[in-house]
């Protein structure tokens, strides 16, 4: 039996109902063909509770990342109280239907402790992120594909020399911060690939070339001090409307320094808002098929991407619909399935992508 029969033979039994879709292979197989993964966050409880979109995600994805079930406030609430079962669930949902996991995120100033101001000083606060990071990454040793260790630290407009962001890691820690999470995360699990994952670097913009310069000067600092890092993640929040400013040239520089780095690219959460856009539907599903059929060709011309992830999978669930509404109410329409399961422009946008991408090893 081949890999892929296996793969259907065990989704039949856990998902007796079908769909027409499913005459077609999954985003997964496609992007298995290009030596890649695919993937979406998944929302909790939403991947225990409706059938439909946990058989969506074992059909379509290859890699699962968790929403928000283990950023630092979801996952120890209270010192030294840890909230595992969300994330447990989407584990053992990986290993039941052949998918790699990633985590995210070990240490980002939003979501963090809610008892983060009670800590008193720099010893306490160390002492704070090595049992998390230990305690959190520990767990799940051996089976994350990836963890994205540090969120978020960059942020030029802070007028800091070295573009670090700051936050109270930043004023408890000083700037070593970012160095000492992923040593201590490379303690807790040496097999998983380290990441740096950041926003906002998409476009041929003075903000976002500065930003670009920025990171590229925290990752080489990085390596430079030999701190185990192997992977750059790129969120991908993309937008219709500001998409004008997207040049693959631009993107495909940038991903070509960090590749000579010796990292791994990967894009974490891609997404792509409809705010702009008119209501009327094929015409808004074309257009945001088409951003996200530009940015991967652009993106997967670099062999070091080896994984996409969109943060979300299907319509019914995504941050966009509160984060990025539209002005005339109407539903947004910005991931790959509509609200009722069913594949989109782009959804054949990702999939043509895939198709025409230059094959990577694994
Ligand atoms: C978002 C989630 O999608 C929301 O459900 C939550 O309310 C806020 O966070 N960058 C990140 C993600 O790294 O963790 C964020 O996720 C989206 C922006």
New binding site residues.
Partial sequence: MTRRTALAGALAATFPARNADEEEPGLREYAARAGLLYGA?AAWPVLRDDESYARAFAQECSILVP??VL?MGPVQPEPGAFRFEPADFMAEFCRRHDMRMRG??LL?H??AWPWLKTIADAQEARKRLEEHILTVAGRYRGSMHSWDVV??AVHVPDGRQDGLRKTPFLELLGSDYVELAFRIAHDADPQAKLTY?D?GLDYDTPGQESKRQAVLRLLRHLKEREVPIHAFGM?A?LDWAEFRHFNPETLQRFFREIAELGLEIYIT?LDVSDRDLPDEIAQRDEAIAKVYHTYLTAALAERAVKAVLT?GLTDRYT?LATRRQRPSGTPVRVLPLDRDYRRKPAWQAIRDAFRTAPARDG
Wanted: charged residues 20%; hydrophobic residues 20%; glycine residues 0%.
């Fill in positions: 966050a929403e928000n950023k995210h995120t980002w939003q979501q969120n978020e994952n926003y969120q929040h959460e943060w941050w």
